[in-house]
C-alpha cells in the first residue's frame, strides 16, 4: 500500500553553516565593530550574545537571511526573550525537531476529518499516512500543506 511520514526535520549541518556565515558577517560589519557579539551553537541550541537588545535584533535577521540561502526553514527556531546584564545581552534559541503528541494529535485529527480513504498513525516522532490510491494521499499533503501549523513540515518516505 502507498504510504509516506509526516515529519519535522532540520537539517543541522546547514544549520550549523548558516551560523558560521552569520559569525563571520556579524565580526566584519561595521556596526558590529568592537562590540563581542556572537552567535553559538551547541546542538539544538543558538545562543546571541551583543552589546544589546538592539543588535541582537540586528543579530537575528542576519541568522534568518544566512538560514533561508541554506535552505533551513526558520519556522523552527522558538525564540526566547533577550536578557540584559550590565553591558551585555543575550538571546536563546532553541531549534524544534521532530513532532510532539499534540501536533501529531492535530495532524491526524485534520487528516481524518478531510474524509479521505487514508489511515494515519503516529509513531514516535512522525506521523505514518497509508492509503490503497496515491492520489488520496497526494490530497492529504496538499491539504496540510493549507494547513497553518506552527512547525514546518517534510513529506519523506514516500512509498508506492
Known sequence: MPSFDVVSEVDLHELANAVDQANREVGTRFDFRGSDAKFEHK?????????????????MDILRNKMVKRGVDTGSLDIGDPEESNLKAKQVVTV?????KETAK?????????????QSAIQDEQVRVTA?????????????????????????NFRD
Open 43 to 59: 546542538g539544538h541550541e543558538l545562543t546571541l550574545m551583543a552589546g544589546g537588545t538592539f543588535q541582537l535584533k540586528q543579530m
Open 106 to 118: 492535530k495532524i491526524v485529527k485534520l487528516i481524518k476529518g478531510a474524509k479521505l480513504k487514508v
Open 96 to 100: 524544534r525537531e521532530g513532532l510532539d
Open 132 to 156: 490503497k490510491k496515491r492520489d488520496d494521499l497526494q490530497q492529504v499533503m496538499a491539504m496540510l500543506r493549507e494547513q497553518k501549523l506552527d512547525l514546518p513540515l517534510q513529506y519523506t
